[in-house]
């Protein structure tokens, strides 16, 4: 008999940032088990491979979107909710990152990372948020960063971000848990993605980040994908404002290079 526990077959499944990376391997897990799903971003090229790479039983929808666009964002779930009447489970995921020294980042390139990695998820969650309450249900997944933990150099404004990220979370988890809509994140660790897979591919990276994560290898972004179900699913059904950190052990100390007898 199939366990219910931990099933999200049937739900309606948002996933905003979903073309590549994590959030492509989030929405293909939840297509393949499942759910129907609308994923969303700002390459309408990019959305339509994505959406028929990931298509399983129920095709998967695509929606163009920028989310640092207050518009945008409004346009699209209202699409959603006039197609299918509600949103189950939003995956907040869309983010950029750009690394260089601190004081070389101009204006517009921190706009850039703070509109789309904070102020977007926001407003997704937001807008999702409002239509969740209304049926006093609904569970919303936001990407976080192994950054919340200890910031990396060269990547202050993404920490900044993300640290904000954590604090939406847990806030939005506060005024909306008595009304039935539930918030968590994801803190990835080292996930070579699209984006990262050039940095990853250089062999002092990759000794590094196997030396610093206890389980000695890098993530695969597939690995993601049961935490994503377990918070999305009665599974969680009581927790709320949870930062869960998907990263090899990385956050459990700091591994440093002695011999131990």
């Given at each position: 008999?199939?366990?219910?526990?931990?099933?999200?077959?049937?739900?309606?499944?948002?996933?905003?940032?979903?073309?590549?990376?994590?959030?492509?391997?989030?929405?293909?897990?939840?297509?393949?088990?499942?759910?129907?799903?609308?994923?969303?971003?700002?390459?309408?090229?990019?959305?339509?491979?994505?959406?028929?790479?990931?298509?399983?039983?129920?095709?998967?929808?695509?929606?163009?979107?920028?989310?640092?666009?207050?518009?945008?964002?409004?346009?699209?779930?209202?699409?959603?909710?006039?197609?299918?009447?509600?949103?189950?489970?939003?995956?907040?995921?869309?983010?950029?990152?750009?690394?260089?020294?601190?004081?070389?980042?101009?204006?517009?390139?921190?706009?850039?990372?703070?509109?789309?990695?904070?102020?977007?998820?926001?407003?997704?969650?937001?807008?999702?948020?409002?239509?969740?309450?209304?049926?006093?249900?609904?569970?919303?997944?936001?990407?976080?960063?192994?950054?919340?933990?200890?910031?990396?150099?060269?990547?202050?404004?993404?920490?900044?971000?993300?640290?904000?990220?954590?604090?939406?979370?847990?806030?939005?988890?506060?005024?909306?848990?008595?009304?039935?809509?539930?918030v968590n994140a994801i803190a990835p660790g080292f996930?070579?993605?699209?984006?990262?897979?050039?940095?990853?591919?250089?062999?002092?990276?990759?000794?590094?980040?196997?030396?610093?994560?206890?389980?000695?290898?890098?993530?695969?972004?597939?690995?993601?994908?049961?935490?994503?179900?377990?918070?999305?699913?009665?599974?969680?059904?009581?927790?709320?404002?949870?930062?869960?950190?998907?990263?090899?052990?990385?956050?459990?100390?700091?591994?440093?290079?002695?011999?131990?007898?």
């Amino acid at each position: 008999m199939e366990d219910k526990l931990f099933s999200v077959k049937g739900q309606v499944v948002l996933a905003v940032g979903a073309t590549r990376g994590i959030g492509k391997a989030l929405a293909g897990g939840f297509s393949e088990r499942g759910a129907t799903v609308i994923i969303a971003g700002r390459d309408q090229a990019v959305l339509d491979q994505t959406r028929q790479e990931i298509s399983h039983d129920i095709p998967v929808e695509a929606h163009n979107c920028d989310v640092a666009k207050a518009e945008d964002v409004t346009k699209l779930v209202d699409a959603v909710m006039a197609k299918h009447g509600r949103i189950d489970t939003l995956l907040n995921v869309a983010g950029v990152n750009t690394r260089k020294r601190v004081e070389t980042y101009t204006p517009e390139e921190y706009d850039r990372i703070l509109d789309i990695n904070l102020r977007g998820h926001f407003l997704v969650a937001q807008a999702v948020g409002r239509q969740m309450l209304a049926r006093r249900s609904g569970s919303i997944i936001n990407i976080d960063s192994l950054n919340t933990y200890a910031p990396l150099t060269g990547v202050t404004p993404y920490a900044m971000s993300k640290g904000g990220v954590t604090m939406m979370t847990r806030g939005m988890a506060l005024e909306w848990g008595p009304r039935g809509v539930r918030v968590n994140a994801i803190a990835p660790g080292f996930f070579p993605t699209d984006l990262s897979k050039k940095l990853w591919a250089e062999p002092k990276m990759q000794a590094w980040g196997k030396t610093v994560t206890p389980l000695e290898r890098l993530g695969d972004v597939k690995e993601l994908v049961g935490t994503a179900i377990f918070l999305a699913s009665e599974a969680s059904a009581f927790m709320t404002g949870q930062v869960l950190r998907v990263d090899g052990g990385i956050s459990a100390g700091i591994n440093w290079p002695i011999e131990l007898g």
